[in-house]
């Protein structure tokens, strides 16, 4: 039925040229037309589909990303700053503790200076007793060589 149809409408009864209007013209129109509504049905809306989700999946993913830049940029600034406040603390702590071990170490040092200086006192003290006692022996012992040698004269 379809043939005769066309066959009816494709039986050209005037001179053929370019752009006679004849049944081809719309039977290509309809042809394109179920053509494009067929691949519409089949392959485009599918494709489209499948594009706009990857779209959002990607778009949904960017944000997600997005977000763990952030919370990590914020972790990374969480833990900058405790340690610039560690830093901060040991450089306190570091001067504390050389103050005080500076401070131990003066008093160490003057404990030992007083300590020396008495030794050096009592050893001068007793050097100089030692030297007055030396003398008043030297004396003695001069006074008694003296004496007999002045006996020793006198009676000889």
Same mark, same amino acid.
């Given at each position: 039925m379809f043939y005769k149809i066309f066959q009816s409408l494709s039986l050209t009864t005037g001179a053929g040229g370019l752009f006679d209007f004849n049944a081809t013209l719309p039977l290509i129109a309809i042809q394109f037309v179920a053509l494009m509504v067929i691949l519409d049905n089949?392959? =485009?809306s599918p494709l489209l589909t499948v594009?706009?989700?990857r !779209? !959002? =999946?990607i778009q949904l993913n960017l944000k997600k990303a997005a977000e763990?830049? !952030?919370n990590a940029n914020k972790i990374k600034m969480a833990t900058e700053n405790k340690i610039s406040a560690a830093e901060q603390d040991s450089q306190i702590n570091i001067a504390k503790y050389t103050?005080?071990?500076k401070e131990l170490f003066?008093? =160490?040092i003057k404990e030992i200076q007083i300590k020396f200086n008495k030794a050096?006192?009592?050893s001068s003290t007793d050097i100089r007793v030692k030297q007055v006692q030396d003398l008043e022996t030297l004396k003695l012992e001069n006074e008694k060589t003296i004496t007999k040698k002045i006996l020793s004269?006198?009676?000889d």
């Amino acid at each position: 039925m379809f043939y005769k149809i066309f066959q009816s409408l494709s039986l050209t009864t005037g001179a053929g040229g370019l752009f006679d209007f004849n049944a081809t013209l719309p039977l290509i129109a309809i042809q394109f037309v179920a053509l494009m509504v067929i691949l519409d049905n089949i392959l =485009y809306s599918p494709l489209l589909t499948v594009i706009n989700e990857r !779209e !959002e =999946y990607i778009q949904l993913n960017l944000k997600k990303a997005a977000e763990l830049i !952030e919370n990590a940029n914020k972790i990374k600034m969480a833990t900058e700053n405790k340690i610039s406040a560690a830093e901060q603390d040991s450089q306190i702590n570091i001067a504390k503790y050389t103050k005080e071990s500076k401070e131990l170490f003066d008093g =160490y040092i003057k404990e030992i200076q007083i300590k020396f200086n008495k030794a050096v006192s009592k050893s001068s003290t007793d050097i100089r007793v030692k030297q007055v006692q030396d003398l008043e022996t030297l004396k003695l012992e001069n006074e008694k060589t003296i004496t007999k040698k002045i006996l020793s004269i006198i009676l000889d």
